[in-house]
């Protein structure tokens, strides 16, 4: 494999970077007018809203914020988009690509630039009364008094901040408010921030700053590194796993974790499925970096579609078990096009390893799993997966099992419940894995699957663990009465068996009697989940290859 031109400790750069520091004002008047740019090699932006206050905090108590690393260089024309901002990039010689600082720069323009005070997913107020940074949440509170709340989008801006304090000079206690805000208006436009800006026409060495900057503070994701160091400004889309993952969202799968395209995307480049502690990151030519992240797009629309055509998992989130992603891009990278037979037989391993607990994804099993994937025979990688899984577990989940959704035991019973075909209980539409996964679970609460009876302290043993099971779960989207409330309203039969929920059942859940629901519900469903799971792994039936590739050919050798 090619790599890149390596730079030596003899490298140097044409002259040293300039230390020189950017006020808040001066600083995101260069990001609206498209001087300010993040380049596509920078890493996804990871701060919250959180984080963005804090951010504000520190600013506004004079705390250091860390210094910011820009490369100064030409930049095409093109359209910058930040949260809701959509802003010009025009054509210039003397461009500013942020090398390092692009969460503070990103959460800075979004509070402060942002037309709308409340379009903004990192919108803040202020609460001149506290001095405290608070969210658009205080919509009530700001209808009744609001000079007290001041939008940080006129902040910046020291005649829209008059503008706003002149149209609510008339309210109780304006004064105190006003010198509040006046104060917080010249305290944010003029903090200085530091900065670094170095001049060269080298990338390389952009990205290994970039690199030794990572090393030496706080550490990146893997996926981070790789695309600061191999990603580039001016290639096609993909240049960013970031950006794999968002295309790949078309598919309606779910959002690929990057932790997991890029061991996807090492595997293709026949690396080691994780980076070792002491290993350095790849570095590629921008026409190997462009082909790998191109590959890696390709290789996993390939597995989403196995996964949902043939292997009946809709979603990604429900995959068990996230390593046999990446294992399946070794496969379909030497046998791009697979007999439906060698399809069949790859689901039957993706189920049995499930339930066996083989795809755990250590990196000891996974490169033993990688090594039976032979670029040669597309039937014998097939049987040599098969092998790997060809005894029948123990035990298999059961409804009565501790549900947990992030356990992969947990999914497979997810997805039993979900092959039900379970419908809307206030429609009656059938739902699909898009509109239940799109969900987003509470704190207390990682799955999509709603309780139907809140779990309480004190009860008797077996309705306690019936509690915490998969009996007292179902697909459907959150309802503010209440689940249970909905259940026991519902007169079509066929509507309750969507969701596994006989006649007898609902019977119980309407005389109160939760603890003989949820029993009925188990034995109702428990033979169903066996059967889901049989027809799945197929153990009792033949994993020959198909009659064609057993053939031989009579011309050969």
């Not at 107020?125 to 008094?145: C, H, Q």
């Not at 799993?369 to 032979?374: E, G, K, P, Q, T």
């Amino acid at each position: 494999m090619t790599t890149a031109a390596t730079h030596t400790a003899s490298t140097l750069l044409d002259s040293r970077p300039e230390a020189r520091t950017f006020s808040v004002q001066d600083l995101l008047d260069g990001v609206a007018r498209g001087r300010v740019r993040i380049p596509s090699f920078q890493r996804g932006l990871k701060w919250d809203r959180m984080h963005a206050k804090l951010l504000l905090e520190s600013l506004y108590r004079g705390y250091p914020v860390g210094t910011l690393l820009l490369w100064e260089t030409a930049a095409p024309a093109g359209e910058g988009r930040i949260g809701s901002l959509t802003l010009p990039a025009p054509q210039m010689e003397n461009a500013l690509w942020v090398v390092d600082g692009q969460q503070r720069i990103v959460s800075l323009a979004r509070i402060l630039l942002a037309a709308d005070p409340d379009a903004d997913g990192f919108a803040l107020y202020f609460d001149l009364d506290t001095a405290d940074f608070v969210i658009p949440s205080v919509t009530g509170k700001r209808r009744t008094d609001p000079s007290r709340w001041m939008p940080m989008t006129v902040v910046l801006d020291s005649e829209k901040l008059m503008q706003w304090l002149f149209d609510h000079a008339a309210a109780p206690g304006s004064r105190q408010r006003r010198d509040t805000a006046i104060q917080l208006g010249r305290r944010l436009r003029e903090y200085e921030i530091p900065a670094y800006i170095v001049r060269s026409d080298d990338q390389a060495i952009l990205r290994d700053i970039f690199n030794r900057i990572n090393s030496a503070g706080k550490s990146l994701d893997d996926s981070d590194v790789f695309d600061a160091l191999n990603g580039s400004r001016f290639q096609s889309r993909p240049s960013t796993i970031s950006e794999i993952s968002s295309d790949l969202e078309k598919l309606e799968f779910g959002r690929i974790e990057e932790r997991i395209l890029h061991r996807l995307l090492r595997v293709l480049l026949g690396l080691p499925v994780v980076e070792g502690a002491r290993s350095e990151p790849p570095r590629l030519a921008d026409t190997e970096a462009e082909e790998a992240y191109r590959r890696t797009a390709a290789t996993a629309s390939q597995i989403i579609l196995f996964l949902k055509n043939d292997a009946g998992i809709p979603h990604y989130d429900l995959l068990p078990c996230k390593q046999a992603f990446v294992t399946l891009g070794r496969f379909f990278q030497f046998h791009p096009h697979p007999t439906p037979r060698s399809r069949e037989l790859l689901a039957r391993w993706i189920w049995r390893g499930a339930l066996k607990g083989a795809h755990q994804g250590d990196t000891v099993s996974t490169r033993k799993v990688l090594a039976r994937i032979l670029p040669d025979s597309e039937e014998r990688s097939v049987d040599g997966l098969l092998e790997m899984v060809k005894d029948r577990p123990v035990v298999i989940p059961d409804v009565a099992d501790r549900f947990n959704f992030r356990c992969a035991a947990s999914k497979l019973l997810a997805l039993a419940l979900l092959s039900l075909e379970p419908r809307n209980l206030l429609t009656g539409d059938r739902l699909t894995a898009g509109q239940l996964m799109r969900r987003v679970p509470s704190v207390h609460d990682s799955s999509p699957l709603p309780q139907i009876f809140s779990v309480r302290p004190g009860e008797s043993d077996e309705y306690e663990e019936y509690l915490q099971s998969a009996a007292n779960r179902l697909f459907h989207p959150p309802h503010q009465g209440g689940i249970r409330r909905l259940l026991t309203g519902i007169t079509d039969p066929g509507l309750l068996l969507s969701h596994g929920i006989s006649t007898a059942a609902q019977q119980r859940l309407v005389a109160g009697d939760s603890a003989a629901f949820l029993k009925l519900r188990a034995e109702w469903m428990r033979p169903r989940v066996q059967s889901f799971f049989d027809r799945h792994v197929r153990w009792d039936e033949s994993d020959r290859p198909s009659i064609a590739s057993l053939i031989i050919d009579d011309e050969a050798g």
